[in-house]
């Protein structure tokens, strides 16, 4: 790199030329016969891996880059074990590690977009949990977006180390990350993001105390 030391944006620009190396080298990897190889998973998250997922995940949700934020991008293991799994919780569950990316869609107030933490939940609009898998060294879609507004996410108390994500009306999804730290920090994230989603939420005003109005 020939930015001298003393350039005040020197830092920046060492970090811009490293991403622009890593993304080239994964065009690259493509292109050199390698495309249908299954990528390895490692510790060290790959950029243009990350940007290539974010990218497919707003075209699945048809939603513009600039009304979102990806509040979480990883690998989960997911398995919808059905009833028979709940009847009988000895029963093996075989999970499937997926690429799962948590994409929050944030309102407009007074008319710039709001993108701050996910804490800030008055101007989350939509939350959405995109899981994607690998094909042929492509990444496709694994099933429709999870849309957090029509769940309920709670900690698995039959299976160590893993979460539930309860659709309404439909089918009961357990998870997993990559260890016990990351199981918590998606937990944590995912519950944030859809503490405040979906009407059938909010509670009816409640009637006084029957014995009152009877006195």
Known sequence: ????????????TLQAQAK????????????SGSAGLKRTPSA???????????????EILAW?????????????SMVTPGDTYWRFTSAPVKFTLLHALLVVNCLKQNGTQSLKSQTDSNRVAAASLV????????????????QLDQCVVSMDTEVS????LSELNKDVHLFK???????????????????DLGKWRLRRNA???????NQ
């Open 1 to 12: 790199m020939s930015t001298p030391g003393h350039y005040p944006d020197r830092e920046i």
């Open 20 to 31: 622009i190396e890593d993304i080239i080298a994964h065009i690259n990897s493509k292109t």
């Open 44 to 58: 060290k998250r790959d950029t243009s891996e990350d940007i290539e997922l974010q990218k497919i995940a707003l």
């Open 64 to 76: 513009t880059s600039k009304d979102v934020k990806f509040e979480a991008t990883g690998r989960l």
């Open 131 to 146: 899981l994607l898998r690998e094909k042929n060294g492509k990444f496709v879609s694994f099933r429709d977006p999870i």
């Open 161 to 164: 180390d893993a979460f539930t």
């Open 177 to 195: 990350g990559e260890s016990l730290n990351k199981t918590e920090e998606w937990y944590n994230k995912i519950r944030t993001s859809n503490k």
């Open 207 to 213: 009637l006084a105390n029957i014995m009152m109005l």
